[in-house]
């Protein structure tokens, strides 16, 4: 390594934030960068450590040691190159990847981890910056035609892949621009979409051509595709949120988070919001559910301005450090506190909610909810739960955000009118190793296949997906997989 005692000199430092009370008054990313002295301090911290647990723990097998010696040494475009080997969007895992192989960092079993997240966010947007990044069409063309359906991360990187082998690849989206998660799941503030459009150009000019409005089984016919196409790849995602059918589910002001977070990036984005408006402004809301979209709800809403915001989750609080039953390398369960969080907004967890309550004219004015108290079992997971007597308690609340999941994609339309074989998950089945389904020229990639997971998952699906579809084209394939370090 490029300093062997790294580890032992400097301390993990994160990139400075713009004031919280600033950041809340509008929309774009607020994290600085580091200054250069103190990013090769970060890349030293990267232990000659033998066995490099950190690559393990990522899903794209990104070679992250040599990255980071490559870092330290200021060689950017080498840096670029290794990262890019293994990860076709280090722009946006570099942004919102919550970075399993952090977790797995052999430096974080005592100290705090390297700070490999950060690191690659620089060496993707300096290689931007130097004019490293260009398209690079592919010299020869194979002759055969690919269709993926769904532009986010999985759809892209299967595009990305089997477009550097020459294959003519369109992607068909059936919202108005393209990026799917990436443009009108995650908030501007985390991922501005000028980094989307980027990306999105780049694959342009290497020759992918992009369908937008194009809902395949409803505008666009599935025979002209079948017709067409050599292969088609599955990546519409899982989109079916998980709902909380209780009494006064009706009421109007309870709306799922993704409706909420689809109309604000159209609204930062000048685009056309046609359904009714989902305000959080001068509100008291409430989000249901404690993970990452519930946190996005949480910056939303005080960019709107609600009058107040409130968190629950149902699950018991996570620890805030390692315990018996999360040992390293996991991935730990542990509490989590988000940017957003920071901006202002109560938790609570352990509380169920028992049903909304209405007014005279069906607007939402209050949740009952009660405390619950949980079972754990012998490795520490939670199992039942147990109302908590006398807690039960109604809140003030016009604005409720569903927030608790995805169940499984959408099964009307494309998926029954092609007859695809479901997993019992409610998932396309599609096996780990070919990602084919029960059709032999159509292929699954990301959430639609496993179910709702990571964006770094999803591309992970998507270049494994290409892989196969490759071979399955051509009889063999020159795409690296996951499993082989794609790096030498």
């Known amino acids: 390594m490029g300093k062997v005692t790294g580890f032992q000199e400097y301390d993990r430092v994160a990139p400075t934030r713009e004031a919280a009370a600033t950041r809340v008054k509008h929309y774009g990313e607020f994290l600085n960068e580091l200054p250069a002295q103190e990013l090769n301090r970060q890349a030293a911290r990267c232990m000659d450590c033998g066995v490099p647990f950190c690559q393990s723990g990522c899903p794209l097998g990104n070679v992250i040691p040599e990255f980071n010696e490559a870092v330290y040494q200021a060689k950017w475009e080498l840096a670029a190159d290794i990262l890019l080997s293994t990860n076709n969007f280090p722009e946006f895992t570099g942004r919102i990847c919550p970075a399993p192989c952090e977790s797995a960092c ?80 995650i908030p501007d503030f985390k991922l501005q979409k000028n980094v989307v459009d980027r990306r999105i ?121 390692r315990n018996a039953n999360m040992p390293w390398p996991t991935y730990p369960m542990l ?77 009307e339309g494309l998926i029954e009118k092609l007859g695809i074989e479901l997993d019992n998950r409610g998932n396309v089945k599609a096996s780990e190793h070919t990602y084919q389904t029960n059709i032999a020229k159509i292929f699954a990639a990301g959430d639609v296949r496993r179910g709702q997971s990571l964006v770094v998952w999803a591309i992970s699906e998507g270049r494994e997906a290409a892989r196969k579809v490759d071979e399955y084209l051509m009889g063999a394939t020159k795409l690296a997989s996951r499993d082989a370090i794609a790096y030498a």
Not at 120 to 127: D, G, M, R
Not at 340 to 367: M, P
Not at 371 to 400: H, M, Q, Y
């Open 201 to 321: 150009d780049l694959m342009k000019e290497e020759g992918i051509v992009f369908k937008c409005n194009a809902n395949v089984g409803e505008n666009v016919e599935i025979s002209t595709l079948l017709r067409d196409f050599n292969a088609i790849v599955l990546a519409g995602g899982s989109t079916i949120p998980r709902d909380l059918p209780i009494p006064g589910r009706e009421a109007k002001g309870v709306h799922f988070a993704m409706d909420f977070l689809k109309q604000q990036n159209k609204r930062v984005a000048n685009r056309e919001v046609n359904t009714e408006d989902i305000l959080a402004s001068g509100k008291n809301v409430i989000v249901i559910g404690g993970g990452d979209t519930g946190s996005d709800c949480i910056g939303t809403s005080n960019r709107h301005g609600a009058k107040s915001v409130t968190q629950f989750e149902i699950m018991p609080m996570p620890p805030q450090a």
């Open 106 to 185: 052999v430096l974080g079993i005592n100290r705090p981890p390297v700070s490999i997240e950060e690191i690659e966010k620089h060496i993707i947007e300096i290689a931007f910056d130097k004019g490293y990044i260009k398209a690079k069409a592919p010299l020869i063309r194979s002759g055969k035609k690919v269709a993926i359906i769904g532009s986010g991360p999985a759809g892209l990187a299967a595009a990305a892949q089997l477009n550097k082998v020459g294959h003519e690849v369109t992607i068909f989206e059936r919202d108005d621009a393209p990026g799917g998660l990436l443009r009108y799941g």
């Open 335 to 411: 509490l989590k506190n988000t940017s957003s969080h920071e901006e202002g907004a109560q938790r609570a967890w352990s509380v169920n909610t028992k049903n909304f309550i209405a007014d005279e004219n069906g607007n939402l004015k209050a949740l009952k909810v009660v405390d619950v108290e949980w079972e754990i079992d012998a490795n520490g997971r939670p199992v039942t739960f147990k109302e908590v007597a006398g807690s039960e308690r109604d809140l003030p609340c016009e604005l409720v955000l569903l927030a608790m999941g995805f169940l499984h994609p959408q099964k």
